[in-house]
């Protein structure tokens, strides 16, 4: 069970579940949601996130046709990134934690859009995407296939061989997450 919160507090979770697949997202709209120069979403089923405390304060704000993001409506916190066909998992964005989820981002993606003054300064691989008018949409996909264990005994192994099962690239966003 991994924690977490918004900056003020009022939000409260818990993750009872493994973390699955984690990408730094550097296209537009997500840096535009976090005014970061990237994103860190992890998924998780939906069925493990429970809400201890805010919901209230749970404000969502549609970004993109199937694409809905939730944030703290006091302090601004991004939080959740859900895709309408696929409500059983979504991104948490995991700069929220608390505790340590104990997977690793296993890619960057969308490094095309990313931010022309922060340089990726370590090693992931960096995946090439196209311009898709709902990029995060394919994202989830497959998702389900590759949540990791829970905790740090597994220290990304299942991630690694999660990003070994090859897609064909140019599939689109999916690909940018599954590789
Ligand atoms: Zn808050
Ligand atoms: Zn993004």
């Not at 997500?30 to 404000?59: M, P, Q």
């Not at 690793?104 to 859009?113: E, G, L, M, N, T």
Request: a neutral charge.
């Amino acid at each position: 069970m991994i924690r977490g919160g918004c900056l003020c507090g009022s939000i409260r979770y818990e993750v009872r579940g493994p973390v699955g697949r984690v990408n730094n997202c550097h296209c537009i709209m997500c840096r535009k949601a976090h005014g970061a120069a990237f994103v860190t979403y992890g998924r998780v089923k939906a069925e493990d996130f429970v809400l201890l405390s805010g919901a209230d304060d749970l404000g969502s704000y549609q970004s993109s046709e199937p694409v809905t993001r939730t944030f703290c409506k006091k302090c601004g916190s991004s939080l959740q990134f859900i895709v309408a066909e696929w409500l059983e998992i979504f991104g948490l964005a995991l700069g929220t934690l608390d505790d340590d989820p104990c997977v690793r981002p296993s890619k960057h993606i969308f490094v095309d859009f990313k931010a022309p003054w922060f340089d990726i300064i370590y090693d992931l691989p960096n995946a090439r995407s196209r311009s898709l008018p709902n990029p995060m949409a394919d994202d989830f996909c497959g998702a389900r296939s590759v949540f990791a264990s829970p905790c740090c005994n597994a220290s990304g192994a299942n991630l690694n061989n999660a990003t070994a099962q090859t897609s064909p690239i140019g599939s689109g966003y999916a690909t940018a997450w599954f590789q």
